[in-house]
């Protein structure tokens, strides 16, 4: 967040290997968006409010929020945070609003697919619904036992007739979610348990925007660039 006007949002570490640098993986792809003006509070407040859990330092937050010039937009762009301290988990159920609101499509991307019962059961749905469903994950994995554990989910979806992609480039850790050409969701929060009951973690959904159909057309390229796994693939395997 720069000055409270800026704020650059991504679901990548600060690493070399996320830059492509000195990466043990064939190729590191992640996703990230600049936001300007009022939304950029929203990110304001999470960081400090985390900032304050920390340090018990208590801060005055209107010293940080600048003046912010109206903007005429349709867009709706919405930074919002999740912790594990609440009983409400938000961005679980933002991902069982958003997918169950699909009519067309959804493309998920997660470097790792831990699902608990409601998001494995939903996505299941939309895909027996008609819906084009569509997860892509990496091809190779920075912790070999995560991705046997992702593999564990992927019979079960093929058959329901979900895609599962496998991003062969190298290794994707981009957290998104897109829901036909209307939403969009980046965030910190992988596709799995932990992220979504016992982390803090940050997202930006955005709906009626422009952004949207660019991430969409990025994550087909993801999409292209992957091998569609079959049952027969997973027999191989075993």
């Excluded at 409010?49 to 005055?60: P, R, Y």
Aim: charged content about 25%; aromatic content about 10%; overall charge neutral.
């Amino acid at each position: 967040v720069v000055d409270g006007e800026d704020a650059f949002f991504t679901s990548m570490d600060f690493a070399d290997e996320c830059a492509n640098i000195e990466s043990p993986n064939k190729y590191y792809k992640g996703v990230g968006i600049k936001l300007s003006g009022k939304a950029v509070w929203n990110l304001c407040i999470l960081f400090l409010t985390n900032w304050e859990l920390a340090t018990e330092e208590k801060i005055d937050y209107n010293c940080y929020m600048p003046k912010y010039e109206p903007i005429k937009s349709k867009d709706y762009i919405l930074p919002f945070g999740a912790n594990p301290v609440t009983i409400e988990k938000v961005t679980k159920n933002v991902y069982l609003n958003a997918i169950n609101s699909a009519k067309e499509s959804i493309i998920i991307t997660t470097p790792y697919l831990i699902l608990d019962s409601e998001i494995n059961i939903i996505i299941k749905l939309a895909s027996k619904k008609g819906i084009d469903v569509k997860i892509v994950l990496p091809s190779e994995s920075t912790t070999k036992w995560q991705q046997h554990l992702s593999r564990t989910y992927y019979a079960d979806l093929i058959r329901s007739g979900v895609q599962i992609c496998e991003y062969l480039p190298g290794y994707i850790h981009c957290n998104t979610l897109v829901i036909d050409n209307a939403t969009a969701i980046i965030t910190t929060a992988n596709m799995d348990f932990r992220k979504l009951y016992k982390n803090y973690d940050c997202s930006v959904i955005m709906y009626n925007s422009n952004v949207v159909n660019d991430i969409k057309q990025d994550l087909e390229m993801a999409v292209n660039n992957s091998h569609v796994v079959t049952l027969r693939d997973l027999r191989k395997r075993k």
